[in-house]
């Protein structure tokens, strides 16, 4: 499957993966031989370049992403940018790698049990159309984000399904309905997390930082200046990946369909509700999963890490008599995004304790003649910023603590409308995708779909230029009424 971490190795190089290979051995013996700039430290220097090495190696995929992932760690130890290789790893211990482990687990034992199975008829009907199946999921997925604060665990749930619906329709795993899927459980439903005050990493971030910085700010007030933009750009990303790969209209479910889904088939095709009764296991996991959501929801007011309910939940379904999860299970999950994550925040935090991150961002700085432009230039410079920084991060949320601060410092500098303008950066970074280990959803859906790393980059330029869309017209039509 395209995207898959753990398919296996072509016989040979492809030409993309030669290439990648000899950039990352160029950028590797530049960043280590040649002396750097004036004003920039030889760890410095070493550090953006193990950066830059690794970024073509996870782009290009020429090994595994365990793989690149531990030889970008050990490079940073072996080019004594730290000074022990504990330090070059401390990535490994952020609570996104273990929460991400308990969600992969938990999303395979919904469709272990046949979960996905009843979820997946509720959304179909014997006159249903892969592009009704894609607004169903759609719909779903928002109206889930108000009550699961987590767009990897909306992910993780959703995947099965898809795959089911997939199966139904007798669809290729490269058909544009899949695609559309992906995109939008990838790319869009992240989107969704926005709209409220809890509702994800990056929205409860911005608001403290809002809080400390700007002014308070209530929950309701919150989701008075958010839910209504936050829904406009989450629709028209949704319109727009629908309309892209063109989801068939016309085709509906074969009754003629054979296999693992034929029961699946035969009750759509009648109209029936699935009567048989829930399994032992289905109650359990289905239970567990209610659990873990309420838990998540309370979570979000009373200030409960969303790893807890998780946890809890994956240790009830380990339980021996339950036996949900097993080491088989375990043995099966994505560990190639989950070392890739890891890698990824073991060098970002390197980037912040040399300065090299420091370095970056006054270099872009420097590049920008604020004294020159007018409020609008320098609204549209300051996001600009925004989104090439993101590039550096692995999720949002990250991106957010490093970049917001250094946004609302030069706006209070040139007088613009902070809260705004903390607003806008977080639909900007939050819409904003160009690599697909950028933000953990959309790297599952490549990892398991049919997605490309252009196919992700490309989609993000169409999230971003929707974000910018509605941030002009909230900031100039929506947000001054409401003030």
Same mark, same amino acid.
């Given at each position: 499957m395209a995207g898959s971490a753990d398919s296996d190795p072509p016989s040979s190089l492809s030409v993309p993966q030669l290439a990648g290979v000899v950039c990352t051995v160029g950028i590797l013996l530049v960043g280590l031989v040649v002396p750097p700039p004036e004003g920039i430290t030889i760890e410095i220097q070493r550090t953006l370049a193990v950066f830059a090495a690794t970024i073509v190696l996870w782009i290009a995929k020429p090994v595994p992403y365990v793989v690149s992932s531990v030889l970008s760690v050990t490079l940073l130890f072996a080019f004594g940018v730290t000074d022990s290789f504990e330090e070059a790893v401390t990535g490994y211990a952020e609570t996104l790698v273990f929460f991400l482990l308990l969600l992969l687990l938990l999303g395979h034992s919904i469709s272990k049990v046949g979960l996905d199975e009843r979820v997946a008829q509720r959304m179909l009907s014997a006159t249903s159309t892969p592009r009704e199946s894609v607004r169903s999921l759609s719909i779903n997925l928002l109206g889930l984000s108000f009550l699961m604060p987590s767009a990897v665990a909306r992910t993780v749930t959703f995947i099965p399904v898809v795959r089911q619906i997939t199966d139904v329709y007798q669809l290729g795993s490269n058909s544009n309905f899949e695609r559309t899927s992906f995109f939008i459980l990838g790319h869009i439903n992240p989107i969704a997390s926005m709209a409220l005050m809890t509702g994800g990493g990056m929205a409860i971030i911005t608001s403290e930082l809002i809080q400390s910085s700007v002014r308070p700010i209530t929950w309701v007030e919150w989701g008075i200046f958010m839910i209504p933009p936050t829904v406009a750009l989450y629709a028209l990303s949704a319109v727009t990946a629908e309309k892209i790969y063109s989801v068939d209209d016309s085709q509906t479910i074969s009754p003629d369909s054979n296999g693992e889904d034929e029961e699946l088939v035969e009750?759509?095709?009648?109209?029936?509700?699935?009567?048989?009764?829930?399994?032992?296991?289905?109650?359990?996991?289905?239970?567990?999963?209610?659990?873990?959501?309420?838990?998540?929801?309370?979570?979000?007011?009373?200030?409960?890490?969303?790893?807890?309910?998780?946890?809890?939940?994956?240790?009830?379904?380990?339980?021996?008599?339950?036996?949900?999860?097993?080491?088989?299970?375990?043995?099966?999950?994505?560990?190639?995004?989950?070392? !890739?994550?890891?890698?990824? =925040? $073991?060098?970002?935090?390197?980037? %912040? @304790?040399? *300065? /090299? +991150?420091?370095?970056?961002?006054?270099?872009? !700085?420097?590049?920008?003649? =604020? $004294?020159?432009?007018?409020?609008? %230039? @320098?609204? *549209? /410079? +300051?996001?600009?910023?925004?989104?090439?920084?993101?590039?550096?991060?692995?999720?949002?949320?990250?991106?957010?603590?490093?970049?917001l601060p250094i946004i609302l410092e030069f706006g209070e500098v040139l007088g613009l409308d902070q809260l705004f303008l903390a607003f806008s950066v977080l639909m900007i970074i939050g819409s904003t995708t160009f690599l697909p280990f950028n933000t953990t959803a959309v790297l599952l859906s490549f990892d398991r779909g049919p997605l490309t790393s252009r196919d992700v980059f490309a989609f993000s330029l169409v999230t971003m230029l929707y974000s910018t869309l509605i941030i002009i017209l909230s900031w100039v039509l929506y947000w001054p009424l409401i003030r």
């Open positions: 009750a759509v095709m009648n109209g029936d509700e699935q009567t048989d009764p829930l399994t032992r296991d289905e109650r359990i996991v289905g239970w567990v999963m209610l659990g873990a959501v309420l838990a998540w929801i309370v979570g979000s007011f009373t200030g409960i890490p969303t790893i807890l309910p998780a946890i809890a939940a994956v240790t009830v379904l380990s339980l021996p008599g339950i036996g949900v999860i097993t080491k088989d299970d375990i043995a099966e999950v994505s560990w190639g995004i989950l070392f !890739l994550i890891g890698a990824m =925040f $073991s060098i970002l935090e390197v980037m %912040q @304790s040399t *300065g /090299a +991150l420091d370095v970056v961002v006054n270099s872009l !700085l420097g590049l920008i003649p =604020f $004294s020159a432009f007018n409020t609008w %230039q @320098s609204v *549209g /410079a +300051l996001l600009a910023l925004a989104v090439v920084l993101r590039v550096f991060f692995s999720t949002a949320s990250a991106a957010i603590v490093v970049v």
